[in-house]
């Protein structure tokens, strides 16, 4: 009896032991019954192993405001994309020294590791559109352009400041052929992402950007790009392909809302066999469970000396009928002893009506008289990025010769632009 006893509970480990050796089968992802009438669509999950999700975010400074960027990172470990891509313009950065530069990238990548997954930067005109501010760069990150693969999706990371202050966008000939090269060595990727900072196929000379060059080596093959700069959302197309100008995530902006394509947002691209697909997230959208903003101790840039706004509205008349859709600008004169001169624009409603906007949403002008021009584009831009046609006669587009001229004083104003054939 007692040798038995010894026996069982052996016998009893090696079966444990045989069991624990044995691959353990997968549970399936999905247990569902089919009958012949269901309380669902299908039992097929929209979960292909090729796909993935990454957020982009936009331009953060040139007059950044307090608590957004740091917001949107919060926003974005509760949205848990797979990676965060960025179009530039990280730090106010340009023409400081040194060590200003380098506080404020501190500050920047501070907010960055609080991400939980990898953050990808791109060079804007803020970043390393000066000498000094190229080098700092350099020496904290190194390559200005870059390539990465993922899933079989080459992401190409361009610098449209190459060499510092390039105007309306450069890409210098060493990047160019580093992006020739990185596309013919991924020819069979299944799509293309392009991220960089200006939207430089909208320079009046774009022969000379570059860029042409760049979008010779894309070719044929399937792509996107994405852009920042502008602060102002705009979706173009180019060669069949899909080209957008993000608008902020921070950065300067009157924030008058969809219409005008000034917000605040984080993209979310799925990548789908058969291409991406794309959402504007606007940031107030995105919260948590409990409902609460995030908090947040980051600082905006305080702009000094701004003249107090009035009250500005108005309409807008071509041969008695009303102008939907206008553009209107009112061109103050030059501060003493500055090249800054307000500038308040507004854009049409239906029935010719407009509200301008200096500084913020609808914040009206400040007192001084203004030259005005009007223009009535239609569309305002056209898919390539290039003014469309104006209804209005073309005088109407130049301060000189508009004739326009009007005074805000302190106080509600109101004014009527009746304009001519």
């Given amino acids: 009896m007692k040798r038995i006893a010894l026996v069982l509970p052996i016998a009893g480990l090696l079966g444990a032991a045989v069991a624990l050796s044995r691959p353990a ?23 292909d192993p090729d796909e993935f999700r990454f957020a982009i975010v936009s331009d953060r400074t040139g007059g950044h405001r307090a608590k957004v960027f740091t917001q949107a990172v919060a926003r974005l470990n509760l949205l848990q994309p797979q990676f965060v891509l960025s179009v530039g313009d990280l730090i106010e950065g340009g023409n400081q020294p040194a060590k200003k530069l380098e506080a404020e990238w501190e500050e920047f990548d501070g907010y960055v590791k609080k991400l939980q997954m990898p953050f990808f930067y791109v060079p804007g005109n803020h970043d390393v559109g ?43 000939a060493e990047q160019i052929a580093y992006a020739g090269q990185a596309l013919r060595a991924n020819r069979g990727v299944r799509w293309t992402i392009v991220t960089m900072h200006k939207p430089v196929w909208t320079a009046p000379q774009v022969k000379k950007t570059g860029w042409l060059e760049v979008e010779k080596a894309l070719g044929d093959r399937p792509y996107t790009v994405f852009v920042g700069h502008v602060h102002r959302y705009q979706k173009f197309a180019r060669n069949g392909r899909n080209y957008y ?84 600008v009112f061109w103050g004169p030059s501060e003493k002893g500055t090249k800054r001169r307000p500038r308040a624009d507004a854009v049409c409603e239906a029935d010719g009506s407009f509200q301008l906007s200096t500084y913020a949403a609808f914040d009206g002008a400040p007192a001084d008289e203004y030259a005005v021009t009007v223009e009535w584009r239609k569309p305002l831009w056209t898919v ?11 005088r109407y587009a130049k301060e000189e010769t508009s004739g326009l001229k009007f005074t805000v004083k302190e106080g509600a104003n109101s004014f009527a632009i009746h304009l001519r054939q």
């Avoid at 899933?151 to 400041?161: G, I, Q, S, W």
């Avoid at 390539?384 to 073309?394: F, I, Q, R, T, Y």
Wanted: net charge positive.
């Fill in 25 to 47: 089968r997968p549970a399936p992802e999905l247990v569902l019954r089919h009958e012949e009438r269901n309380p669902f669509t299908s039992g097929k999950l929209n979960n």
């Fill in 130 to 172: 000066h000498k000094n501010a190229d080098k700092v760069w350099g020496e904290r990150y190194g390559r200005r352009h870059y390539h990465f693969v993922y899933r079989n999706v080459l992401f190409l990371v361009l610098n449209t400041d190459d060499p510092p202050g390039s105007g309306r966008g450069h890409l210098g």
């Fill in 245 to 328: 100008q993000l608008a902020t995530t921070g950065g300067g902006s009157k924030l008058r809302g969809v219409s005008y394509g000034e917000f605040d947002h984080v993209v979310w691209v799925t990548m789908k066999k058969d291409g991406p697909i794309f959402a504007n997230l606007l940031l107030d959208a995105i919260l948590p469970d409990d409902l609460k903003v995030p908090e947040s101790e980051e600082k905006g840039k305080a702009y000094k000396g701004l003249k107090p706004r009035h009250p500005a509205r108005g309409t807008v008349y071509f041969d008695g009928a009303p102008a939907p859709g206008a553009y209107v």
């Fill in 384 to 394: 390539e990025g290039k003014p469309g046609p104006n209804a209005l006669p073309e």
